[in-house]
């Protein structure tokens, strides 16, 4: 049947615009642009038209022929995007693993825990601040003053992949970045402030007390005149929001090669208020946090002059802490699928400002 372009154009613009799939487009082009379609019958039509008339037809002809395969192109994308749409919609709409209204789920104890350190901190001015899994030899031991070959490496043995980066075994490799992510804050008068928990990974023999996967959580702060006042200040402040009463800490030296001196932190058993009992080996006191004074080589690894700013750093074991504040006595517990143990200490009220529709 005989078609004039400008009606052709139009044909065109009502079958694309009732089409509702892209690939019903492949079926227009057909029609309207194949070998034996509209334009092709038009073409041929061309021969009875009279000789003056010919070449403004043909132009015509030429013209819709432009028009039909831009807008095809054009419906064609419109198609597949309003396809992509709809398969996302129905993903969204129908999600097999969300729990029912009854089946909440519950937090993990860690999370817990580290929610409330985070809200802790956050109060005090600290950022948050989160680090990658992998890492390099860099970040985990030499900008932290721990050289190749240096024996505190012998204790922190992980796993190393084949492109020879390597599962942090704490969470100190994140100094190097957290300190120069901030260093410009030293500059404009205004301290560092951040704690940056995560998961670490160590070659271990797995047994009540040791896990190959564990958590911890890292502060720092460097500014002038950083003392180990501060960092006192900030472990008793922090522990006695932890335990919710006033906690006695002692300072006992300790060695790690990225602080200068470096220290245990312990706090007086809460269990027997420091007299002795099972819980502290009858010490009186219990192993919680390593700390110390930032070392003047690790300042310098992340271009802060150590001659004109000093800073502590400490290392919480978090997983250490989720198992005294809720008396789990089995540390494989927390990597384990039992659902009915980790389900019994979710306690809702403890979400970050900032997370609260986290589900
Ligand atoms: N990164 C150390 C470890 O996992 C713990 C540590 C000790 C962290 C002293 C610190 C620190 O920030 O000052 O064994």
């Known amino acids: 049947m005989f078609q004039s372009p400008a009606e ?23 029609e309207f642009l194949g070998k034996k379609g509209y334009i092709a019958g038009l073409m041929q039509e061309l021969r009875n038209v009279p000789n003056e008339r010919k070449k403004e037809a043909g132009q015509r002809i030429n013209e819709a022929k432009q028009f039909i395969e831009r807008a ?9 995007k309003l396809e992509e749409q709809m398969l996302i919609d129905a993903t969204e709409s129908y999600d097999e693993s969300m729990p029912t209204d009854d089946d909440l789920g519950s937090y993990h104890p860690i999370t817990l825990v580290r929610r409330e350190m985070e809200n802790i901190f956050l109060s005090m001015g600290f950022a948050v601040e989160d680090y990658s899994e992998i890492t390099d030899d860099y970040n985990c031991f030499e900008a932290l003053n721990i050289p190749k070959h240096h024996p505190a490496r012998d204790m922190q ?32 008068g205004q301290p560092i402030r951040a704690i940056f928990p995560g998961r670490c990974f160590r070659n271990e023999k797995i047994d009540a007390c040791h896990e190959n996967t564990f958590f911890q959580m890292e502060g720092i702060m460097v500014d002038r005149d950083i003392s180990i006042s501060n960092l006192i200040y900030f472990m008793k402040t922090m522990l006695s929001e932890v335990f919710q009463r006033d906690v006695t800490v002692r300072l006992r030296p300790g060695f790690f090669p990225f602080v200068e001196p470096g220290f245990e932190l312990d706090i007086q058993c809460l269990i027997c ?58 540390i494989r517990v927390f990597n384990g699928g039992n659902l009915k143990a980790l389900s019994q200490f979710t306690e809702k009220s403890f979400t970050r400002p900032d997370e609260s529709k986290e589900a």
Not at 20 to 30: D, P, Y
Not at 72 to 80: F, P
């Open 72 to 80: 095809l192109a054009a419906r064609v994308e419109e198609l597949k």
């Open 157 to 188: 043995d992980t796993y190393y992949l084949s492109s020879g980066q390597l599962l942090k075994t704490h969470t100190s490799a994140a100094q190097n970045t957290i300190l120069r992510k901030y260093k410009e804050n030293l500059v404009n």
């Open 8 to 30: 052709l154009k139009k044909l065109f613009e009502e079958r694309a615009a009732a089409a509702g799939k892209a690939a019903e487009m492949e079926q227009l082009r057909i």
């Open 273 to 330: 208020g420091g007299k002795g009992c099972p819980s502290c080996k009858d010490s009186g006191w219990l192993e919680l946090c390593p700390c110390g004074m930032i070392h003047p080589n690790v300042l310098t690894a992340a271009g802060i002059d150590p001659e004109e700013y000093t800073g502590f750093a400490f290392g919480l074991g978090l997983t250490r802490l989720a198992m005294m504040r809720y008396g789990v006595k089995d």
